[in-house]
């Protein structure tokens, strides 16, 4: 008798989901896009986000509908998708605390946010829970500067890992590389980004309707994928 295959679990890349929030709380935080003197503005996206408050204002957008504008307009999926817009796209991967460093082999399936604009990549103190035992691990034991996007610096534990990417169907795929990552705790609405070491392996690159990140360890295998 054929048995199906076992699924493979990698938890999604933000853990722990935000609770609902109502329609008058995402008008109150879209606002404060528009406000020159809170660090959410962007002149870039006024008209989009006036927009878009003026849909939750007149009842036509509800909290988790999609809703496509471009240049202060609603538009179709199809148009916005020709805009030049960014997108995110997730990957699935093993991780595990580097061998090099003390690392016990144990790993661990997560979901990574492919972030080209993060050098080091987020390590969630539940995941770090899964990566066996700590007492000849090396890394966590210094605190290093960490300036995000809006110009805030923090201070977190380094760590050291080992990250090999899998398919949709949670095979291995590729060769396992290095990244230097901060541990984070895991509250509502954080995501997993990735790192450099990715990007030091694999050739990544979309079509040009980004819906697919095509990977590739040589840019031969990039121009295939694509073409």
Same mark, same amino acid.
């Given at each position: 008798?054929? !048995? ?25 935080? $879209? ?16 008209? =989009? /986000?006036?927009?878009? %408050?003026? $849909? ?5 957008? !509800?909290?988790?509908?999609? /809703?496509? *504008? ?21 990957? $699935?991967?093993? %991780? ?13 399936? %997560? ?21 066996? =035992? ?9 605190? *290093?500067? %960490? ?16 990250? !090999?990417?899998?398919? !949709? ?13 901060? $541990? ?5 609405? *954080? ?9 030091? /392996? ?26």
């Amino acid at each position: 008798m054929n !048995q199906e295959p076992k699924k493979i679990y990698f938890r999604p890349s933000c853990p722990v989901p935000r609770p609902p929030i109502t329609v008058q709380e995402r008008i109150a935080v $879209l606002k404060r896009a528009l406000d020159p003197k809170d660090f959410l503005y962007s002149l870039k996206q006024a008209k =989009n /986000v006036e927009a878009v %408050i003026r $849909l939750y204002e007149d009842g036509k957008l !509800q909290i988790g509908e999609e /809703v496509w *504008i471009s240049d202060g307009a609603v538009v179709q999926k199809e148009e916005y998708e020709h805009t030049g817009k960014h997108y995110f796209h997730e990957l $699935l991967a093993l %991780i595990r605390l580097s061998l090099w460093a003390g690392g016990d082999g144990s790993t661990t399936n %997560i979901t990574m946010m492919n972030d080209t604009g993060s050098d080091i990549m987020t390590l969630l103190d539940t995941d770090l829970a899964n990566l066996g =035992n700590l007492d000849n691990y090396i890394g966590g034991t210094d605190i *290093i500067p %960490i300036s995000s996007a809006n110009g805030i610096v923090e201070y977190l534990w380094r760590h050291y890992l080992d990250v !090999q990417l899998c398919t !949709q169907a949670g095979e291995p795929m590729g060769r396992w590389f290095d990244e230097i990552a901060v $541990l984070r705790r895991a509250y509502p609405g *954080i995501a997993t980004l990735t790192g450099s070491g990715i990007r030091r /392996v694999f050739w990544m690159g979309t079509s040009p309707i980004f819906d697919t990140l095509a990977i590739a360890e040589t840019r031969g295998g990039m121009t295939s994928l694509l073409g």
